[in-house]
T-cell receptor, first 115, second 114 residues
Framework: DTAVSQTPKYLVTQMGNDKSIKCEQNLGHDTMYWYKQDSKKFLKIMFSYNNKELIINETVPNRFSPKSPDKAHLNLHINSLELGDSAVYFC??????????????FGSGTRLTVV | GENVEQHPSTLSVQEGDSAVIKCTYSDSASNYFPWYKQELGKGPQLIIDIRSNVGEKKDQRIAVTLNKTAKHFSLHITETQPEDSAVYFCAASKGSSNTGKLIFGQGTTLQVKP
């Protein structure tokens, strides 16, 4: 049983296309996140949802739109993909939620390549 | 803004030696400091964490120390093994209305030579 699962694992697409990445967690956590890992391995938060409510929205282009249909799912839709969007995108969840920090459980990542 | 600096960026040790990775954080309100290990092609995995009311925590070959005054925390791995080779990340967060947000260091690539 995978705790945090992301699909797809690999995504290769052309500039200008629209794509989605899906994430599901079966840990019963209240909070879910999207992080972007660039080519230098740096991890930067993009969004956080607590029980379907957007909590954190970092300085991310509005081409990126997260959607949380329920607290176990957090999807990421990206419009008009650009070369600079190429990265590994990680979904994560945490137990305590935004007011009490705790350890994250990460998914295995989605490697997005824009050509 | 919040910032976490991590050093060194790469570290190579012989099997059986110790490895130390150091981090400093900028926000004195930070109160939670986890360490993650990321193996090739996988997501980061939590290996140990420490909260600001504790100065040191140990779990078998891994230990973390925290100096709140200096805003430093470190990861110590003893008796390193080849399977310890990975990228290690420190992180920090704080308890406020905008928490849950982990600020990560830049990562340290640890190579343990057999």
């Amino acid at each position: 049983d995978t705790a945090v699962s992301q699909t797809p694992k690999y995504l290769v697409t052309q500039m200008g296309n629209d794509k989605s990445i899906k994430c599901e967690q079966n840990l019963g956590h209240d909070t879910m996140y999207w992080y972007k890992q660039d080519s230098k391995k740096f991890l930067k938060i993009m969004f956080s949802y607590n029980n379907k409510e957007l909590i954190i929205n970092e300085t991310v282009p509005n081409r990126f739109s997260p959607k949380s249909p329920d607290k176990a799912h957090l999807n990421l839709h990206i419009n008009s993909l650009e070369l600079g969007d190429s990265a590994v995108y990680f979904c994560a969840s945490s137990q305590e939620g935004p007011r009490t920090p705790g350890g994250y459980t990460f998914g295995s990542g989605t490697r997005l390549t824009v050509v | 803004g919040e910032n976490v600096e991590q050093h060194p960026s790469t570290l190579s040790v012989q099997e059986g030696d110790s490895a130390v990775i150091k981090c400093t954080y900028s926000d004195s309100a930070s109160n939670y400091f986890p360490w993650y290990k990321q193996e090739l092609g996988k997501g980061p995995q939590l290996i140990i964490d420490i909260r600001s009311n504790v100065g040191e925590k140990k779990d078998q070959r891994i230990a973390v120390t925290l100096n709140k005054t200096a805003k430093h925390f470190s990861l110590h791995i003893t008796e390193t093994q080849p399977e310890d080779s990975a990228v290690y990340f420190c992180a920090a967060s704080k308890g406020s209305s905008n928490t849950g947000k982990l600020i990560f260091g830049q990562g340290t690539t640890l190579q343990v030579k057999p």
